[in-house]
């Protein structure tokens, strides 16, 4: 099937008399005939439902759709975007390694992996978006086992390019993690440019709408575990919390998903929840009508912006003369994303009396759903960080960061504009 088919389609194909539309599993567990085929489940010789801790039909199904969207070969879903960047680095680090990632990424992902992996003994080191090829080398150890970067960061709309990075991260013999989120799918799939493992907040763009917080963590298959084996014996060697199994013998190129789900999820326990998962499904269905409308609008409020005295700077990997529309071009034809970042001249309070100018492009802790929003990062996701970790992950103080939706295009400049002349 097609990119807009699978969005459709994907995930769900019912046999005779079954709903057409993938049902809501609301139980915990699932029944079985004997003791036998409970144990079998347990020790992972057969693959069924048990506990939806661990796999509920309603989630697998909506996970098969995005694993498909990004062309993976086996993924899964969580209770949040934070959980799914937790289990990709935690699925493949302990306690004295080390990984490398860059700066420019989502502000919550920035303390979890500077301040609460650091408590659990993995070490991080951030390169800034612009780093060289040689700076990003300089970055590994001997005891680094990923690289780390966001298609198009958050808040600060830089682009990463996902075939340098993977060719620094394979060869160095790691892979890399790409988050998603803001590109989609429908807009980039990082596995075709060489990224190995991709991750996703499904709370934006996905759901759309702004209805159930989530994440995906997808594998393309393609890194090869065994090549490494000393660096990743979580994989290669028998885990004794499941009577000695080796996970990439048991399950190939299955390997780096089940491990997540058999040992993260059956631990540490951020499972989605089917209601949200259907929710998330619903989201899914039209994430390729939805897309290339945030783009087209976001592009034309980003040329309006730029023309405007008020507006002190802009990024917007779609504007001719941004740092990164040649990267933009070649890696996101179609499009980037409906955020944009900018600064206004004038002091930081005159950024917030514009935004509390704002009618109905309203002041959320939000981005990348259908109803145009705004948010001062500085002042609220990103206020735990300190100047320089701030400017180190691309955010300027003065920043404002504007998400584009899908309402008519005139009402959003107007908006905007009457902000502005105020
Ligand atoms: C929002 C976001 C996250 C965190 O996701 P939650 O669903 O809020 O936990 C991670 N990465 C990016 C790029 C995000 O925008």
Request: charged share 20%.
């Amino acid at each position: 099937m097609k990119r807009d088919t699978i969005c459709v389609q994907g995930g769900w194909q019912p046999k005779k008399g079954e709903p057409r539309i993938v049902p809501i599993y609301q139980s915990t567990t699932f029944k079985y005939d004997n003791s036998e085929q409970m144990a079998r489940l347990f020790d992972l010789e057969d693959s069924g439902y048990f506990y939806s801790r661990l796999q509920n039909p309603t989630v697998d199904a909506v996970a098969a759709k995005i694993t498909a969207l990004e062309g993976g070969v086996a993924g899964m879903l969580m209770s949040s975007g934070q959980a799914a960047n937790l289990y990709a680095i935690m699925n493949i680090c302990q306690a004295g390694d080390h990984f490398v990632s860059s700066a420019a990424i989502y502000g919550g992902t920035y303390n979890l992996f500077a301040v609460t992996l650091k408590k659990f003994g993995v070490d991080v080191t951030f390169v800034s978006a612009d780093a060289s090829e040689e700076e990003i080398q300089a970055a590994f150890q001997p005891n680094t086992k990923a690289l780390f970067g966001e298609t198009i960061s958050n808040p600060g709309v830089e682009v990463l390019d996902i075939e340098m990075y993977a060719r620094i991260a394979h060869r160095n013999g790691v892979p890399l993690i790409v988050d998603n989120t803001f590109a989609t799918p429908i807009n980039c799939r990082p596995f075709e440019w060489g990224a190995d493992i991709v991750t996703h907040s499904t709370t934006k763009y996905m759901d759309g709408h702004a209805t159930a917080v989530g994440g995906a963590l997808i594998d393309s298959g393609n890194f090869d575990w065994e090549a490494h084996a000393e660096k990743y014996p979580g994989l290669t060697q028998p885990d004794e919390s499941y009577h000695g199994l080796t996970y990439t013998k048991a399950f190939g190129k299955g390997a780096f998903i089940t491990k997540a789900t058999a040992q993260l999820m059956r631990d540490l326990g951020s499972s989605m929840a089917p209601q949200n998962a259907f929710l998330l499904n619903l989201g899914l269905e039209t994430l390729h009508l939805r897309v290339p409308r945030h783009c087209s609008n976001a592009q034309a409020v980003a040329e309006w912006l730029a023309a405007r005295p008020e507006v002190a700077w802009i990024h917007y990997p779609g504007l001719k003369g941004d740092k990164f529309y040649d990267l933009a071009q070649k890696q996101l034809p179609d499009g980037s994303c409906g955020v944009i970042a900018f600064g206004l001249k004038g002091s930081r309070e005159d950024a917030i009396a514009f935004m509390d100018r704002l009618k109905f492009i309203s002041i959320v802790t939000h981005v990348a759903d259908a109803r145009s929003c705004v948010l001062h990062p500085a002042s609220h996701t990103h206020r735990q960080l300190s100047d320089d970790q701030l400017r180190e992950a691309g955010v300027a103080p003065d920043l404002i960061r504007l998400s584009v939706g899908i309402e008519d295009l005139s009402d959003i400049i107007a908006d905007l504009a009457q902000a502005l002349d105020k």
